[in-house]
């Protein structure tokens, strides 16, 4: 099991010890436990299988620690087990859906005696969740959005699900074959499509029976769906599809190529091949009247052979990446080597797991010239947030942190709420204290588009609030986006020179592509950001660059490439004067 599949086990068990009336210090203590997993540097079963003590993880005991080598180990806690035959089948399903959670899953199950959503569907619709003390029409109607959304879910994988146990085959795989094998995620992964479908791999090796015995007798294959010389398809205990494809060195660009994709590109290729009087396949290209072969050691060499420059997989769309290319714009795309700051980091001052220090420490080892310190205002409880006080206590530490560490400047900033009236958390006169404010929505997500949009907009109009964070609120696979009119947002981002971020974390990756290309249409300006809550997930600026190359976003359009003197002068300008200076360079 992955990391993220280890944290959600223990994230259900939490709910469930809550419905229970367990004693709230054992239920914090498995949802501490599932924060901390998912954000290990390392995967679980990579740490046990390797002897490592568990334990030695804060936030992680001894109980916890059995239990994730439980789950490692067999796919299964009896534990949850014993626990999930406490309640009605249907209950997880209704504790999944938005808006519900423990306590409320709990009111309706004893009180309308819903224990599933067919019944809470039903009880939407005849007003009988609506009667409920303190729940209302409105929220009734959100929640009904929320189940029949969760009905729609297409079942793909999710990115940040994906990549996790691509990369744990890939470990596994790789130590199975001591001879050696590369191994390259291809497919939707590469590309960095949001969801995938399945998991491909490549498979790079002289000795292809040896890798793919190896393959279908991995730990955690359920079954093996299909066999042949030279790939294998084999379902996981947890219901995804691995295929792998084994090759030989010299035949390793057309089959990366070929099993990255999209089918379209690989289509706009075949096209430009024939033109050659060629052939493309997963071997390569051979001539179409002779039938002469030609191989390709990589992707570089296959696509100079097609008189095309190098496209990186996130553009290949099969829409007009080969015209783009040919005009030189595909090389002058964003790159992770352009980015010179990070403008959206948490530490444990809110619900950031490392210290301020050793977030900037971090920073400043990956060579970023500056890191805005951006934890929660005080509207968010949940995850500690920060009372005007504690802010002023902040901003100095965040100067203090600066001058110990040296070589980098570190921004005082805040993720503030945007209240569903559009106020926002802290008075101006504290918001211009600081350098750096990015505006989120975390809560009353299921207003109408209208009022959504004006909320949004309102807190785009005040004067210091310099970005505005994960725009559509979405958690990829698990939670929609919310209804507003983007455009309408987009617009009034460029008018206000308000930032809107691309939010780098894989659940999230917010703004998305599509949007990334609509905001650079409206003159908005961009910021990628990491929303990193460890020293580890400073690595989601990578992840951002790729939403934004996928929208085909040049350096000049991100606010983080500009070097950090550049930047301060930039941030001392009004809001309002900030639009001209893109314009000017775009």
């Known amino acids: ?124 619709e005849t007003g009988a969740l609506a009667s409920l003390p303190r729940m209302g029409r409105k929220s009734a109607e959100n929640i009904l959005r929320a189940v029949r959304y969760s009905r729609s879910k297409s079942g793909r994988l999710p990115i940040s699900r994906a990549l996790a146990t691509a990369r744990q085959l890939t470990g596994a795989l790789v130590e199975r074959c001591p001879d050696g094998i590369n191994v390259i995620p291809c497919g939707g992964i590469r590309r960095f499509e949001e969801e995938v479908d399945e998991i491909v791999l490549v498979g790079v090796t002289s000795s292809p029976g040896i890798v793919l015995d190896a393959f279908s007798t991995l730990s955690g294959v359920a079954n093996v769906v299909a066999r042949q010389d030279t790939n294998a398809t084999v379902e996981l205990e947890s219901g995804v599809n691995v295929t792998l494809s084994v090759v030989a060195p010299e035949s390793k660009g057309a089959a990366i190529l070929n099993l990255t994709g999209s089918s379209d590109h690989i289509s706009l290729l075949s096209q430009r091949a024939a033109e050659l009087g060629l052939k493309l396949s997963q071997r390569g290209l051979a001539d179409r009247s002779s039938g002469a072969p030609e191989t390709f050691p990589d992707e570089q060499s296959l696509y100079d052979r097609l008189g095309l420059p190098y496209m990186p997989p996130e553009v290949r769309q099969g829409r007009d990446e080969i015209a783009v290319a040919l005009s030189g714009d595909i090389a002058r795309l964003v790159d992770l080597y352009d980015i010179k700051g990070d403008l959206h980091a948490h530490t444990d001052w809110s619900d950031g797991r490392d210290p301020m220090i050793a977030m900037v420490q971090e920073a400043k080892n990956r060579g970023l010239e500056y890191i ?181 976003c040049k350096p000049v359009r991100i606010l983080n490439t500009m070097p950090a003197d550049e930047f301060d002068s930039w941030l001392r300008l009004d809001k309002t004067g900030r639009t001209v200076r893109l314009s000017a360079n775009d």
């Open 372 to 552: 805005a310190i951006t934890d929660h205002s005080s509207g968010r409880g949940i995850a500690n947030g920060l009372s005007p006080e504690r802010l002023l206590a902040h901003m100095s530490q965040v100067k203090e942190v600066e001058q110990e560490i040296g070589g980098i400047r570190v921004l005082r900033g805040t993720e503030m709420d945007i209240r569903a009236d559009g106020t926002l958390d802290y008075s101006d006169d504290l918001l211009q204290q600081l350098d750096w404010v990015v505006a989120s929505v975390h809560s009353a997500m299921g207003q109408d588009s209208t009022t959504m949009t004006d909320r949004i907009i309102a807190a785009m109009k005040n004067p210091h609030v310099s970005a505005i964070g994960h725009l559509s609120t979405r958690l990829i696979g698990d939670r929609k986006p919310i209804e507003a009119d983007y455009d309408a947002v987009f617009r009034a981002a460029a008018v206000t020179g308000t930032a809107l971020e691309i939010n780098g974390s894989l659940e999230r990756l917010d703004l998305k592509d599509l949007h990334v290309e609509r905001a650079l249409e409206f003159g908005a300006m961009l910021v990628i950001s990491t929303d990193a809550h460890t020293t580890e997930s400073l690595d989601n600026l990578d992840h951002g660059v790729r939403v934004a190359r996928r929208a085909l």
């Open 1 to 124: 099991m992955t990391n993220g599949e280890v944290a959600e086990v223990f994230e259900r068990i939490a709910g469930l010890l809550e419905m229970k009336g367990e004693k709230s210090f054992t239920v914090r203590a498995y949802q501490r436990a599932a924060r901390t997993i998912n954000r290990l540097p390392s995967e679980a079963a990579d740490m046990i299988a390797r002897g490592e003590d568990l334990t030695a993880v804060p936030d992680i005991g001894r109980a916890i620690a059995d239990k994730t080598a439980e789950l490692v180990d067999t796919g299964r806690l009896d534990f949850l087990d014993r626990l999930l035959a406490e309640f009605p089948p249907g209950i997880p399903a209704l504790m999944d859906v938005p808006g519900l959670g423990p306590k409320t899953t709990l009111r309706i199950w004893k009180e309308l005696n819903v224990t599933d959503l067919d019944q809470l569907e039903a009880a939407i």
